[in-house]
């Protein structure tokens, strides 16, 4: 039996009048009947969101970058107010997304993104490679990659330290038809001169010194899938005559003679430092140079993406919780502002363990605030990042690290009196409405930032009528 590809529907809590049993015939429907959109399934083909209120909930803006290029149907009601052109904007800025009526007919499969817009990767790949691509600069690194990933050509990667250029390098591996075969890491800065050669190409018995039985090397190993070489530009010469040999040949020579084996391998490579300056400088050959210069792909530093900084805080802080084994935590969101101001020297490798350390040392508190960042102003002098971060943002002062303190709750009593009931519950529904705005609609989070059983928080929200303005909030 044929299986149908998957369609998810985010309702928004609206009636689906039935369309879902309609269908039915070309689609496996599943529902999300949430006030609040989930993340579409892994395996999903089609994410229809209705297009519910004049503005997009804030929440999918977060999962754009988690569901990479996923096509995504915006589905209007026929007799529905028609929006006016910024709310389209607003939908539309999304990212993958085409309009569509909510009627009897189905939606057609085989749906795509709209052209240029963003790289074709499914949702199920971008969840699994932790990619994050919202920015037009990494629009392009993923767009390469994927290209790349259709054939067998030589990859050169480049990029400052810290820019995920071993994440690329994985990704390519894994979106290719040789992802089941062994993906080899090697990075050639990290291992001595004399041994870098018999690291990559293998040594029969008796070639040297304690070489007391056949090694493969790393070639070898890598046969029939994927050799990385990072930070190859600190390879010797030596090294280099034989890696073209490689390229050229597709067969590596062990030390120690015999005849050479023939390997089928995708290289990827990776350099942080300037290969043409180092071919100027005679460090590096020009014919080598070429060979790895098949596609090549500039990883764009963090300073340069900074949109994406929020997106990424939120995918480490999930991944270094669950590492830990620790609660969840939130972002407080007056800490995206800040994150997005810095200019990021370590690139995402930093982020990434700041984001680690903020965790580690909150202790219980599931929030992480501006103050569990404040270590990062010791560095704000010091080095790059006393640069000037470009689009326009100024270096943030230390000062800006440490959040205003609490407003006081006290107040005048006005000369005609007031309603006590009617300001404790206004207070009450403005703090539950500021919980959920900082644990991004979690309910069980909301409830143990105000000390409250989750069902005593739900109860509150009832009484409060905070179901239909927490929606209000969200749509603002």
């Known amino acids: 039996m044929t299986q149908l590809p998957r369609l998810h529907w985010s309702t928004l809590g609206d009636d689906t009048g039935g369309l879902e049993h309609r269908w039915a015939a070309l689609w496996d429907v599943t529902l999300d009947r949430g006030a609040s959109p989930a993340l579409a399934p892994r395996d999903a083909d089609l994410w229809v969101i209705s297009a519910k209120g004049a503005w997009p909930p804030p929440e999918l803006n977060r999962m754009m970058a988690e569901v990479g290029a996923l096509p995504i149907l915006l589905g209007l009601k026929p007799d529905g107010a028609p929006m006016d052109c910024k709310a389209l904007a607003e939908w539309g800025s999304l990212g993958s997304v085409r309009w569509g009526l ?53 990859v050169l990667l480049l990029g400052e330290s810290g820019t995920g250029k071993e994440v690329i390098a994985r990704a390519i591996h894994r979106m290719s038809a040789d992802s089941a075969e062994p993906f080899v890491a090697v990075h050639c800065g990290a291992i001595p001169e004399n041994l870098l050669e018999s690291e990559l190409f293998g040594y029969n018995k008796g070639a040297f010194t304690d070489a007391r039985k056949d090694t493969p090397g790393k070639f070898r190993e890598a046969h029939g899938g994927t050799i990385f070489l990072d930070e190859v530009g600190t390879m010797p010469l030596g090294a280099q005559v034989r890696l073209l040999r490689v390229l050229q040949e597709r067969e590596v020579q062990p030390l120690g003679g015999g005849a050479p084996v023939k390997v089928d391998v995708r290289v990827v490579t990776a350099s942080n430092v300037d290969l043409w300056k180092k071919l100027q400088d005679g460090t590096f050959r020009e014919d080598l140079f070429y060979r790895l210069e098949v596609v090549p792909i500039t990883m764009p530093p963090l300073r340069a993406r900074r949109e994406e900084v929020p997106f990424l805080a939120q995918h480490f802080l999930n991944r270094k919780a669950r590492e830990h084994g620790l609660y969840p935590k939130a972002l407080h969101p007056s800490v995206d502002p800040l994150l997005m101001s810095l200019p990021w020297p370590g690139n995402v490798r930093q982020l990434e363990n700041a984001i680690e350390r903020a965790i580690v040392l909150s202790g219980t508190r599931p929030v992480l605030t501006r103050e569990d960042f404040a270590f990062l102003a010791e560095r704000m002098g010091d080095g790059p990042l006393a ?90």
Request: without cysteine.
């Open 387 to 476: 640069e000037t971060p470009k689009a326009g943002l100024a270096p943030v002062p230390s000062e800006a690290f440490t959040s205003p303190p609490a407003q006081a709750f006290g107040m005048d009593l006005p000369a005609e009196g007031l309603d006590l009931n009617q300001v404790v519950s206004d207070m009450e529904k403005a703090l539950m409405l500021q919980s959920l705005a900082v644990t991004r609609g979690n309910k069980k989070r909301a409830a143990d930032l105000l000390g409250l059983k989750r069902t005593t928080f739900l109860e509150k929200m009832k009484r409060l009528d905070l179901e239909d303005a927490e929606s209000a909030e969200a749509a603002e």
């Open 102 to 154: 909510l009627g009897p007919e189905p939606p057609m499969p085989g749906l795509r993104p709209r052209s240029g817009t963003t790289t074709q990767l499914s949702a199920s790949q971008a969840l699994a490679f932790g990619l994050v691509g919202t920015s037009a600069a990494m629009q392009d690194v993923l767009a390469r990659a994927r290209s790349a990933a259709a054939t067998r050509a030589t």
